[in-house]
């Protein structure tokens, strides 16, 4: 199995910035790709961005010019940054990571942080 622990969620001001972590542990082979998803009150659990391993990295629209995601293969992390922040961006933010192993395509997801944002 992977454990995904993330980090780096909190309070801050509108146009205010964060950086969220997520380290891998476990059975890290066979990984396709890592990311990040969020899910607001209310609302379904919708993709930020995510980085496929070889290729480039996609985002959300919404994200686009003020989020950016990379990754430390060395480390199995993946980070986002998040610069420009508005309240529409307040959600718990979760870490993902695809897995494509014996022929078996595996999802795993981390505890999620809380990112809030205050106008």
């Known amino acids: 199995q992977v454990q995904l622990v993330e980090s780096g969620g909190g309070l801050v001001q509108a146009g205010g910035s964060l950086n969220l972590s997520c380290a891998a542990s476990?059975?890290?082979?066979?990984?396709?790709?890592m990311g990040w998803f969020r899910q607001a009150p209310g609302k379904q659990r919708e993709l930020v961005a995510v980085?496929?391993?070889?290729?480039?990295?996609n985002y959300a629209d919404s994200v686009k010019g003020r989020f950016t995601i990379s990754r430390d293969n060395v480390k199995n992390a993946v980070y986002l940054q998040m610069n420009n922040l508005k309240p529409e961006d307040t959600a718990v933010y979760y870490c993902?990571?695809?897995?494509?192993?014996?022929?078996?395509?595996?999802?795993?997801w981390g505890q999620g942080t809380q990112v809030a944002v205050s106008s």
């Open positions: 993902r990571l695809g897995r494509y192993w014996s022929g078996i395509p595996e999802v795993f």
């Open positions: 476990g059975s890290i082979f066979g990984i396709n790709s």
């Open positions: 980085s496929p391993s070889g290729a480039p990295s």
